[in-house]
């Protein structure tokens, strides 16, 4: 027993003395603090909001409006709008990514002042820090737009609400049970800080040649080199006040549309004025750039191939990465071109194509054959879907789209179109994916089109001062449709459009066109909710047997009233206490 005793003692007399050897290390995680003299880790905190931007794809969420549909029986925007969307399914959702993103960026709006930002150039720590926080604020103010967009709603206590307000980082002792605040003060919260935004950064990253050109904040102060070290064209692609102009726009445009304009004080005026600050920067109309309705395709490879790092093309304002690949080719060629087919363009958007003089289909005046439905048509029409006999891909192959002629026909396959169309905007079709000689080719996401801004101004100008109407700018909505129409391609002169008259038909044209400019892109689902129009337009596709031409309702979109505004995540309202949007 004794020895018993004694050989325990022992082993415990051992591991003590290895304590220090068996126990872990210290975890090297570093602290906030650490940012102070690491400009490179503080700066983590910012990109941080860079890389959550819902920019860097595109989403098409086209598949859950009345513009397309997925022949992916797992797409979740197709499950969506077929009934599966609640506040516990979300393909919308914003929530989660955008208040992780704020976190980070109002810790760096925090702790700004106390970061050693650079060690050399005289004023050069201060340049630093005013460019990160205007990034910063900057950023924040996206976040909360995005938040709005899909989470802004009427409560079960009749208050337009947005989301909470957070301008603090939150710790272990923070309360998160924070009430939404009204849609309103988000509003202006988002002016506030895209102000501050724009008082911290340059116009555009560029680098200056003369000492005269720095700005009177730092004039004196600093060098050209030191100047340009901080403000210079390294940085370009990150936020800018030319930017922070153009989101400004947008929030405006949002805020004083149907769905929202009961629970702001947004005007369209200020909507107006705010899409033509950006505007008149870039020449007005005169400035609208010939390629903006093909910017993407392989007819204008030339200037893809040939942009340089943070060069923007006349037709964009802000842009993603320029990067070879050929993924979106295979989602979406046909299956004859090795493609998925993946989203098929319905017939109400090819319906939604004017003829090629501009009246609709629907007006005898245009000359609509319903024999031979794609015949002087839009020129638009051909450029972003394929239909029946279409020449498309790298050889210029026929896709025939009709019943019983190849994988390409309606229905043939699991990757064939449900619609008797494919889509063609947004795809390079030098791209071939034929295996046995697979290229890939250039291209960029745009995150602000010049296009988009036009048409915002056009949109909130008619309905502030009339088709004719100017405020105090140079052109009106007339003429800004005019513009747009007629780089299109659509016969001259626009008689169609001369012929309108009244506020109420210039606003069905104008929203006809954002429809046919920005297809695909990911504004038609926001748009019709903004509008309040119809959400609930059944998806329709047309047959082709035997030179027939059969149109008929393929996909219902079962939306109810109140899914104009999205839910808040079921979890969040839970754990937050927070007030839900009325029907979620």
Not at 72 to 93: E, H, K, Q, V, Y
Not at 165 to 181: G, Q, V, W, Y
Not at 228 to 251: D, E, H, M, P, S
Not at 319 to 332: A, F, I, T
């Amino acid at each position: 027993m004794k020895a018993i005793i004694m050989y325990i003692l022992a082993l415990g007399m051992v591991f003590c003395s290895c304590k220090k050897i068996l126990s872990p290390a210290d975890e090297n995680n570093r602290g906030l603090s650490d940012i102070y003299n690491d400009a490179a880790f503080a700066e983590g905190l910012l990109l941080n909001g860079y890389v959550r931007l819902p920019l860097g794809s595109y989403s098409f969420n086209d598949v859950a409006t009345d513009d397309a549909v997925s022949n992916n029986p797992n797409n979740n925007f197709r499950l969506m709008a077929t009934g599966n969307w609640s506040s516990i399914n979300n393909p919308m959702d914003q929530y989660t990514g955008s208040f992780a993103a704020l976190q980070y960026l109002n810790s760096i709006l925090a702790e700004a002042d106390k970061v050693n930002w650079a060690t050399s150039g005289e004023y050069t720590k201060e340049m630093f820090n005013d460019r990160v926080k205007g990034e910063a604020y900057g950023l924040r103010a996206l976040f909360m737009y995005y938040l709005l967009q899909a989470h802004g709603g009427w409560s079960t206590d009749g208050k337009l609400l947005g989301v909470p307000i957070l301008t603090a980082s939150l710790n272990s002792k923070s309360d998160f049970k924070l009430p939404r605040n009204t849609f309103e003060e988000c509003v202006q919260q988002i002016y506030k800080d895209l102000d501050l935004a724009e008082s911290y950064l340059p116009l555009d990253f560029v680098n200056i040649t003369s000492a005269s050109s720095i700005p009177a904040k730092y004039a004196g102060k600093t060098t050209l080199s030191d100047y340009n070290r901080v403000f210079g064209a390294y940085n370009a692609q990150r936020l800018t006040a030319r930017i922070v102009k153009g989101f400004r726009a947008k929030l405006s445009l949002l805020a004083a549309s149907p769905a929202f304009s009961q629970g702001t004080t947004v005007t369209w005026a200020k909507a107006a004025d705010d899409a033509a600050a950006v505007l008149d920067l870039a020449g007005g109309i005169s400035g609208m750039a010939n390629n903006g309705v093909y910017w993407y395709a392989s007819r204008n490879s030339g200037e893809i191939n040939g942009l340089a790092a943070g060069v923007n093309p006349k037709e964009v304002l802000w842009r993603g990465n320029v990067g070879d690949g050929n993924n979106l080719e295979k989602d979406n060629y046909p299956p004859t071109l090795y493609g998925n087919g993946r989203v098929n363009p319905t017939q109400n958007l090819v319906d939604a194509f004017p003829m090629a003089n501009g009246y609709p289909v629907t007006d005898p005046a245009g000359g609509y054959d319903q024999n031979n439905p794609y015949n002087n048509r839009d020129p638009r029409l051909a450029l972003y879907i394929v239909v029946n006999e279409s020449k498309m891909g790298p050889g210029g192959s026929t896709i025939y789209t009709r019943i019983g002629t190849s994988n390409d026909g309606l229905n043939a396959i699991s990757t064939s179109t449900r619609t008797g169309f494919y889509m063609r905007k947004l795809l390079r079709e030098d791209v071939n994916l034929n295996p046995a000689s697979t290229n890939t080719q250039r291209h960029y996401v745009p995150y602000i089109r010049y296009t988009e801004l036009f048409l915002a101004y056009a949109e909130a100008a008619n309905e502030a001062w009339g088709p004719d109407g100017k405020g105090t700018h140079t052109y009106s909505a007339r003429d800004v449709i005019a513009a747009i129409r007629k780089r299109a391609g659509i016969t001259q002169p626009d008689n169609y459009l001369s012929s309108i008259t009244s506020k109420e038909e210039l606003r069905k044209l104008i929203h006809n066109e954002r429809r046919l400019e920005l297809c695909f892109e990911g504004f038609r689902f926001w748009d019709l909710r903004r509008w309040k129009e119809n959400i609930t337009e059944p998806a329709k596709g047309v047959s082709i047997n035997n030179n027939v031409y059969t149109v008929s309702s393929i996909e219902n979109r079962q939306y109810a009233d109140y899914m104009y505004y999205g839910p808040l995540p079921y979890n969040d309202v839970l754990k937050e206490d927070l007030l839900q949007n009325r029907g979620w």
